[in-house]
């Protein structure tokens, strides 16, 4: 149980804010606020992974849960480290509160995180494919999403097309979410199971 529970949580990202999906105003919207694991998207466009589950009392200190994701997250970017001066993967902060044991880390890109989640066996990470960029590097995504890709150009700023069926939270105002995909309060989106887009301003 506790390795399971380790190895779930070392895939995660940003602020860390514990409360309700459902009801959470957009305009108070300042970093990852979910009681279940979700990737967020950053108004710059960073990728980060929210890994919150389940645990008992006692079963580790906070200090080993930090230990550990430490640990695999440096032999992970001593492997697979680039000329870049940004890491694949970087750990921001983690947490052991009312039964949940939530790990934030963000990503280089989107290849990075399902990569990492891959390699700890991290089953909470549900997307099994994320490109991101401008909506014109992805025009060609967008477009065979159904997605107004005239509207996307003139005002959006960044997009996301992944595949798998999970919650994604966004820093900035969405403009469109197609293929599937649940929207709540204009900033978090449940995605279908197939390939989704998402478009922020």
């Known amino acids: 149980m506790k390795k399971k529970l380790l190895a779930a949580a070392v895939v995660l990202t940003a602020v860390l ?47 080993e849960l930090l230990d550990f994701a430490s640990e695999k997250i440096k032999e992970y970017n001593e492997a697979n480290g680039t000329e870049s001066s940004k890491e694949p993967v970087t750990l921001v902060s983690g947490s052991l509160e ?20 891959s390699e700890i066996g991290d089953d909470t990470m549900p997307f099994t494919e994320i490109k991101t960029g401008t909506p014109e590097e992805l025009s060609e995504d967008l477009k065979a999403a159904g997605v107004d890709y005239e ?4 005002t959006g700023s960044f997009a996301v097309v992944l595949q798998g069926e999970g919650m994604v939270q966004t820093e900035a105002d969405l403009l469109d979410a197609d293929g599937g995909c649940d929207v709540h ?11 989704s887009v998402i478009v922020t301003k």
């Open 185 to 195: 309060d204009g900033h978090f989106i449940k995605t279908g199971s197939g390939t």
């Open 98 to 117: 009312k039964g949940k044991a939530v790990l934030i880390t963000s990503y280089d890109s989107g290849e990075s995180l399902v990569d990492f989640a």
């Open 17 to 63: 804010m514990l409360g309700g999906c459902e009801g959470l105003s957009a305009k108070n919207a300042k970093g990852p606020e979910t009681e279940e694991s979700c990737l967020y998207i950053t108004k710059d466009g960073n990728l980060q992974w929210v890994s919150v589950e389940t645990y008992e009392g006692g079963s580790y200190s906070k200090e």
């Open 151 to 154: 509207a996307a150009l003139a």
